[in-house]
């Protein structure tokens, strides 16, 4: 078993289940140490459980020298840490005179929760179906109540639909964008009403079982109101081309997905409609980003990206066009990679 030092909220979990914001785990073997202080000491002896380690939690005012007095018993040990997850002063205070081979590996723990379990997997397509939930919900309340209404208040207005009204927790802020200001991939709520014949771009996500979801749609508030389905039907000629060339682009990377291929060649099969049909520039962003405890975790779907794509992987395919002072259009879904192909997540 590695060795290891974490502080990172997520990995926590999901190494001991359970963290809190004052929390480090030293994993030594088979052996576990968690340090934290008196605030947490009550949930966190009732709340950690562990299959792999036997751990002793330890409560103390100083988590880096509590942790370093079970390393000085040890001479010529090699420890991985995240040089990401801490600061160089509590790096060099943790590090300080002690015969220990400290490894950094950036994100080794997310390359080591890069492969999901079925039950990661089924959180994951639950967390997904309530957020499709919510999408719906949102859309409904647009088509009756969202005409002149502000991106700021409908902003606001998404997160009681995402949460569940509470129940939840978001996954990160979500992204409202009417029409010029859907043309900035993640564009902060303005002053902007919504009127029949814009565009709506909405990105958003909620938590659960702390585990994220994320999808965007792009829709048409028409007459008829407004959806979040994938057919959208779009007046102004230039919008439905976008539209229909950023679907085209979604549709053929998911379908493309195969065990054994590199992640950059499913950025590419995306980013091949799109600059076939003339927009090229206008793809400003990767083609998508794996989830899970973190709403941005690996692999990424980039073209620099050499990580082979294996069963258990999740991630989003989300191309776009963004077309400055104009409108942009961004659709998203998550994949799971499965022995014969992708199948989205949600559904």
Do not use: W
């Not at 779009?234 to 060339?245: C, G, V």
């Not at 053929?252 to 099969?269: C, F, N, R, W």
């Amino acid at each position: 078993m590695e060795n290891f030092i974490i502080q990172n909220e997520n990995a926590l979990y999901y190494e001991i289940n359970y963290s809190c914001d004052h929390g480090l785990f030293l994993a030594l073997g088979d052996k576990g140490y968690f340090f934290t202080d008196g605030r947490y000491e009550v949930e966190a002896k009732e709340n950690i459980k562990s299959n792999k380690y036997d751990i002793e939690v330890q409560i103390t005012k100083d988590l880096i020298r509590s942790a370093r007095n079970i390393l000085k018993k040890y001479h010529k040990l090699s420890v991985i840490y995240n040089p990401q997850d801490f600061s160089v002063y509590d790096f060099e205070k943790l590090k300080a005179d002690l015969k220990i081979n400290f490894l950094a590996k950036p994100n080794f723990h997310q390359e080591k929760r890069m492969i999901k379990t079925k039950d990661e997997i089924e959180l994951l397509h639950k967390s997904q179906t309530l957020n499709n939930e919510a999408f719906k919900k949102f859309a409904k309340y647009i088509s009756k109540k969202g005409e002149n209404a502000l991106e700021f208040f409908l902003h606001f207005k998404s997160q009681s639909f995402l949460t569940h009204k509470g129940k939840y927790d978001l996954s990160f802020n979500p992204i409202v964008g009417i029409n010029a200001n859907a043309a900035k991939p993640h564009a902060l709520p303005s002053n902007d009403k919504l009127k029949k014949g814009d565009l709506l771009l909405f990105d958003a996500g909620m938590k659960y079982q702390r585990y994220c979801s994320d999808k965007t749609r792009t829709g048409y508030f028409s007459k008829n109101g407004l959806s979040f389905k994938k057919e959208q039907k779009f007046k102004d000629a230039k919008m439905q081309q976008i539209y229909d060339t950023v679907l085209k682009a979604q549709e053929t990377a998911i379908q493309g997905i195969k065990v054994g291929m590199l992640a950059s060649e499913v950025d590419m099969l995306a980013r091949e409609v799109i600059e076939k049909a003339g927009y090229g520039k206008y793809f400003v962003h990767s083609t998508g980003h794996g989830i899970g405890l973190d709403i941005h975790e690996l692999p990424f779907i980039s073209p620099k990206s050499k990580v082979v794509l294996e069963e258990g992987m999740v991630f989003s395919i989300e191309p776009g066009i963004y077309l400055p002072k104009e409108f942009g259009v961004r659709i998203e879904d998550l994949v799971v990679v499965e022995a014969n192909g992708a199948r989205i997540l949600g559904e």
